[in-house]
């Protein structure tokens, strides 16, 4: 059965439209792609390279992904570069076997000072609004044993500053979290993340088995 997609860029002043037939064989625009691993001729290349532009604009591409084959304090993602990618997306289940309540932290490009970012959480309840802030770039404070689990989108902000933020809903589905931290100085790249958790009374706030992917967005 074929699969047909269809969508539109703006570029130069004009709006391009694209029809992609996926069946059997590939088409693009009407055109059927082949040799797509190694084109044959600078046609097939030609569309193969666009094909690939678009789909680079509309999918999240994965960029980093482990799960820890041991307990750790430190989970870091080094090699990026938000100027190219533009949005990152993070993923986190963490582990957290040791009994004791802990705080997570989420540092950029190496700087693991915590009083060089500030946070903010904000939480409405029905007609209740409450919120908090801090100093420092905990996003879990004080968090219990068992899985902790954060989706984050990452960027650097129209002020060259890193921002990682979530939206989750809470144990009610009426009560909805925004959550923001920031760091105070302006950065001109985000090169690597670090994700933190303190050794406390001899345990590890990372347990085995934890999980942390990273997606990038291209041509956002």
């Not at 059965?1 to 590939?26: C, E, P, R, W």
């Not at 289940?93 to 959480?121: A, E």
């Given at each position: ?64 992904e482990t799960t820890t ?152």
């Open positions: 059965m074929a699969q047909y997609f269809q969508g539109f860029s703006l570029g130069a002043g004009s709006v391009k439209t694209y029809h992609l037939d996926i069946d059997n064989d590939l088409s693009f625009n009407n055109h059927k792609l082949t040799n797509l691993g190694n084109p044959t001729n600078n046609t097939d290349g030609a569309r193969k390279q666009e094909y690939n532009d678009i789909m680079d604009k509309i999918t999240w591409q994965l960029v980093f084959s041991t307990p750790t304090t430190t989970i870091t993602i080094s090699g990026l570069d938000i100027n190219t990618d533009k949005k990152y997306r993070l993923y986190m289940d963490l582990i957290n076997n040791s009994g004791y309540g802990r705080d997570y932290y989420l540092f950029v490009n190496g700087d693991t000072q915590s009083s060089n970012y500030v946070r903010q959480k904000l939480t409405a309840n029905n007609s209740t609004i409450t919120a908090e802030g801090g100093n420092d770039s905990r996003f879990a404070i004080n968090t219990s044993s068992g899985h902790l689990i954060y989706e984050f989108d990452i960027i650097k902000d129209k002020y060259s500053r890193f921002k990682a933020s979530y939206t989750e809903n809470q144990t009610s589905y009426s009560s909805i979290t925004f959550f923001n931290i920031y760091k105070t100085a302006t950065i001109s790249n985000i090169t690597s993340l670090t994700i933190y958790a303190p050794f406390l009374n001899g345990t590890y706030g990372i347990d085995t088995n934890s999980y942390v992917s990273l997606y990038r967005l291209r041509g956002y």
